[in-house]
């Protein structure tokens, strides 16, 4: 089944640690997508990547990083320069060739700083 | 700027019964497509249905229509028939042509009493 994995589904983190979110997909996307979503402030642009080893900030990229060596993967690594860290983390991934950019998302990763 | 604004942070119908929730949008953009996407308890991000703004009906699919008022960026999402799987998190998000993300609304909860 084509679709979009992340992982893990919780991560706990220590204050001062790096620690890094999985996003893999098989629908053969060519942009894909980090989401951060805290409560009562929807969801918010992290990193974008319309192309293999290419991508952009978004709104709130600060204390964030990003790599897109391989067209299926997109992981976030969360430095400890992200000031708080504790959210919900949401990947996503749209075909290049639609002009709607209809974005599919994956499950989620619960990020917590302990 | 664009901005989505959703001014329900909470709605409740009852089963079998029928519910607006309401969206307005600002952009500077000509050519954009407005989103229903539906986050249930589980989190992950569902699409609900698409609008196109250079098309003049409303979209419709299956128990959910949208009442799509582009002089006064006004879009509203209709559930007919309220099932209680329709309960979650609705949110409301704008993609302009061009542009490479999705922005989003705050989100309204939805409760569907029995």
């Known amino acids: 089944d084509g679709g979009i994995t992340q992982s893990p589904k919780y991560l706990f983190r220590k204050e001062g640690q790096n620690v890094t979110l999985s996003c893999e997909q098989n629908?053969?996307?060519?942009?894909m997508y980090w989401y951060r979503q805290d409560p009562g402030q929807g969801l918010r642009l992290i990193y974008y990547?319309?192309?293999?080893?290419?991508?952009q900030k978004g709104d709130i990229a600060e204390g964030y990083s990003v790599s897109r060596e391989k067209k299926e993967s997109f992981p976030l690594t969360v430095t400890s320069a992200q000031k708080n860290p504790t959210a919900f983390y949401l990947c996503?991934?749209?075909?290049?060739?639609?002009?709607?950019?209809?974005?599919?998302f994956g499950p989620g990763t619960r990020l917590t700083v302990l | 700027a664009q901005t989505v604004t959703q001014s329900q942070p909470e709605m409740s119908v009852q089963e079998a019964e029928t519910v607006t929730l309401s969206c307005t949008y600002d952009?500077?953009?000509?050519?954009?497509?407005l989103f229903w996407y539906k986050q249930p308890p589980s989190r992950q991000m569902i699409l609900v249905i698409r609008?196109?703004?250079?098309?003049?009906q409303n979209a419709t699919e299956n128990r959910f229509s949208v009442n799509f008022q582009k002089a006064a960026k006004s879009f509203s999402l209709k559930i007919s028939d309220s099932q209680l799987g329709d309960a979650a998190m609705y949110f409301c998000?704008?993609?302009?042509?061009?542009?490479?993300?999705?922005?989003f609304g705050t989100g309204t909860r939805l409760t569907v009493i029995p």
């Open positions: 996503a991934s749209s075909s290049a060739g639609t002009e709607y950019n209809e974005q599919f």
């Open positions: 629908l053969n996307h060519d942009a």
């Open positions: 990547s319309q192309i293999v080893n290419d991508f």
């Open positions: 952009t500077s953009e000509s050519d954009y497509y």
């Open positions: 609008q196109e703004a250079y098309k003049q």
């Open positions: 998000a704008l993609h302009q042509t061009g542009a490479n993300n999705l922005f």
